[in-house]
């Protein structure tokens, strides 16, 4: 039986709030302390030690880009977005800084709690994604590989057969379709290199 | 000698007179209402504590109306009151927009910590953590979860699946009932069924007095469902609702901040945690009689206070009370205090606990 990923315990995680000294602070950090969290404030920079925090607030009325230590939409940890106006304009910002959750100002007695979960959790999500496009892009990029392997195998026969032969090979060696394909092509190009001035045929169409 | 007059402080009391968990809801009302007495009856006391009185009738749509109506038609700003997880988030907005204060003398499921509430009683770090901690050494870790069909039930039992995975156990099996509900014979044939080693009981009210007289009948069938071999847990049991359970309640466990010593000065922690917001609260506004949830933040801070349930501290930050944990066995119509400890801090959101230091190592498997 799988279980539901559970509710993570945050309990000694680090937050840093980055907002000028303001009631809003006040109203975080008491319930970031009530559940359990170590709070940081600072303006208007993050500090070198905030590199290392589970969780960054910071405020979109008057942040900037050279307030973080990373790039825009590139933050190491979940983010969220305090939010006073309404304006497009610092919208549109604080969305360049791909903020997981959101909080809206004037903050009241909760959405902290709430906040924290989500922004941790869509920033998981993020990153899982991000690896997995990755990883797509890479065997996309190998498709001309897995071409030459296929006709490799094929030697001029069945192309179906050869594409169910270099799967076949992929699971036997315990890898990718496209580390097969490879090594395939390495291995006949091996051959071609040994049977140089000979008739080529592993490139033949 | 002068005459001593008293300034009058209205507070609210918005408790159920009638309903399916009236029982509760009365010993938190007579326990509110006795420390209102007491403390008017104080010459020392510099104030007199005038109660507005409002019943929702166990109908979870009328606390926040009745809130407010306590808010527009008096001059009180603090409410004891509401006994449902429900009918407190149904109140906070109308707090919040008045500036009021709610003391809330029922356990709950922890992960709230309203600027406006104040925790009388225990949250899971209190109640469900050390009464597990109790009951898998001693019976197994395979639960069987029951509640009754509302917040509580639901997120006490969410921790529990937690707390029992970190166990080593099994979850057999989940169900709710309607708040009121009383036909468990499916609960009872899937317990007997599934086998568990104990029984968590969110049920509340008529719901769980039902289930506690069918499970008697199911221990008299099978001796695999007695109170020795397969108990039934809970976290909000208390002496108040043992005349309605009767014999079926007999060696069953439940946890709480106090059970009733014979002769008590409170027949139930309900009643004591009830006394003892008031009493927190008469303390504070007898020297500001306008004291709001700032003021009362930085006296939580600043100090303890002393009430008759011994001394209390509360937490500045989650405003929840510090309390002893007791675990009792029912026994004939009182609990028997199987173990305590004093002064447990308040952890509302779990951040403190440890699966190591509630459950020890995880027991090593037999290989063979």
Redesign the interface.
């Given at each position: 039986m799988t279980?539901a990923p559970?509710?993570p315990?945050?309990?000694?995680a680090k937050a840093f709030i980055l907002h000028r000294p303001h009631p809003t602070v006040q109203a975080i950090t008491?319930?970031l302390?009530?559940?359990?969290?170590i709070t940081l404030d600072c303006w208007p920079e993050l500090p070198p030690e905030a590199l290392a925090a589970d969780f960054v607030f910071f405020d979109a009325d008057l942040g900037f880009d050279e307030q973080f230590p990373w790039k825009p939409g590139e933050a190491p940890m979940p983010l969220v977005a305090l939010i006073g106006s309404e304006a497009p304009g610092r919208i549109e910002w604080a969305l360049s800084h791909k903020a997981d959750a959101q909080l809206l100002k004037p903050v009241?007695?909760?959405g902290v709690?709430s906040a924290l979960l989500i922004a941790r959790q869509s920033f998981e999500a993020r990153k899982h994604l991000a690896s997995e496009i990755a990883s797509l892009r890479q065997r996309v990029a190998e498709r001309q590989t897995i071409v030459r392997a296929v006709t490799a195998l094929a030697k001029g026969t069945d192309d179906g057969r050869a594409y169910a032969q270099l799967r076949s090979l992929a699971m036997s060696w315990q890898i990718s379709v496209e580390d097969a394909a490879r090594r395939i092509v390495a291995m006949t190009s091996e051959e071609a290199t040994g049977e140089e001035g000979g008739d080529d045929q592993s490139h033949r169409a | 000698m002068g005459i001593c007059l008293k300034r009058r402080i209205e507070i609210g009391i918005l408790y159920s007179r009638s309903g399916s968990y009236q029982l509760v809801s009365d010993a938190c009302r007579i326990g509110a209402m006795r420390a209102i007495a007491d403390i008017n009856a104080d010459r020392s006391s510099g104030i007199e504590l005038v109660p507005v009185e409002r019943d929702p009738q166990s109908n979870a749509d009328r606390y926040a109306t009745l809130c407010e109506d306590i808010f527009r038609t008096s001059s009180a700003r603090h409410v004891v009151g509401c006994v449902t997880s429900w009918s407190r988030k149904e109140t906070i907005p109308v707090l919040e927009k008045a500036g009021g204060m709610l003391w809330y003398a029922c356990p709950y499921e922890g992960f709230e910590a309203n600027e406006h509430v104040v925790y009388m009683h225990a949250c899971p770090n209190q109640h469900l953590v050390p009464l597990m901690a109790h009951v898998v050494p001693r019976f197994g870790a395979n639960g069987f979860l029951l509640g009754s069909n509302y917040i509580w039930g639901w997120e006490m039992n969410r921790v529990a699946r937690d707390l029992i995975a970190d166990a080593g156990g099994k979850v057999l099996g989940e169900r709710y009932l309607r708040i009121g509900e009383t036909d468990v014979s499916r609960l009872i044939a899937e317990i007997r069924a599934t086998r568990p080693n104990f029984i968590l009981n969110n049920l509340i009210g008529t719901s769980s007095y039902a289930f506690l007289a069918a499970y008697r009948d199911l221990g008299h069938e099978d001796a695999a469902f007695s109170p020795e071999t397969c108990p039934v847990i809970s976290c909000n049991l208390t002496e108040g609702e043992l005349p309605a359970i009767g014999e079926s309640g007999k060696g069953h466990l439940s946890v709480g901040p106090y059970f009733a010593p014979r002769p008590a000065a409170f027949a139930s922690s309900f009643e004591a945690s009830a006394y003892a917001s008031v009493q927190v609260m008469a303390d504070v506004l007898s020297s500001n009689p306008e004291a709001g949830p700032a003021e009362f933040s930085r006296a939580f801070a600043e100090r303890r206070f002393s009430t008759r349930l011994g001394p209390i501290a509360i937490d500045a930050h989650s405003q929840h009370a510090t309390l002893p944990v007791i675990i009792g066995r029912i026994a004939d119509g009182f609990f028997e205090v199987v173990s305590r400890e004093d002064e447990v801090a308040p952890d509302p959101y779990l951040s403190r606990y440890d699966p190591a230091k509630t459950f020890g190592r995880p027991r090593l498997r037999v290989v063979s």
């Open positions: 279980r559970r509710i315990n945050l309990g000694g008491r319930q302390s009530a559940i359990g969290l009241g007695n909760a709690y | -």
